[in-house]
């Protein structure tokens, strides 16, 4: 996945890229930067938990993807919303709408956190049909399909 360093993580790489011979504490997983070596950040920002979160996972079946067009900008999805190619939103047959599902390019191991707003497909034997941004996340867009793994988010 593509990291944009705006807001928290850029205040983040800024204190990580300053001189860090001072005081450097570790207790509980979690490392902690001396305020002194980088006043300008603030305090909430100097503590990192070194392991993202876990999410509850629940996989399902996988397969062909696919993706939309942009020409489909602005049409109207069997949800009702109109279609943002830069949106990450999907189409599935079955799914409730609203659903989160987690999608893996198992050749490149990258993800992608879409929102099922449509039905479809309906040609061929592809599962899902992915927005531009969520298809170009994953490494796709270029040739225009590819295998995937799914999984459901659960909250």
């Known amino acids: 996945m593509n990291i944009r360093r705006t807001g928290r993580l850029a205040a983040l790489a800024a204190a990580m890229t300053l001189n860090l011979a001072g005081p450097v504490q570790a207790d509980s997983g979690i490392l902690a930067v001396n305020a002194a070596i980088a006043p300008e950040v603030p305090a909430s920002l100097l503590s990192v938990p070194h392991a993202a979160p876990t999410l509850d996972l629940e996989p399902i079946a996988g397969g062909m993807a696919s993706y939309y067009?942009?020409?489909?900008?602005?049409?109207?999805?069997?949800?009702?919303?109109?279609?943002?190619?830069?949106?990450?939103?999907?189409?599935?047959?079955?799914?409730?709408?609203?659903?989160?599902l987690q999608v893996t390019n198992p050749v490149n191991g990258e993800t992608v956190v879409v929102t099922v707003n449509d039905r479809g497909p309906f040609h061929g034997n592809r599962v899902i049909d992915l927005s531009d941004a969520a298809a170009e996340e994953i490494g796709i867009l270029a040739r225009g399909s590819g295998k995937v793994e799914l999984a459901i988010l659960n909250d």
Do not use: E, M
Request: net charge positive; proline share 6%.
């Open 69 to 100: 067009g942009r020409h489909l900008k602005g049409a109207r999805t069997a949800s009702g919303q109109r279609f943002d190619p830069d949106a990450l939103t999907c189409a599935h047959r079955t799914l409730p709408f609203g659903t989160q």
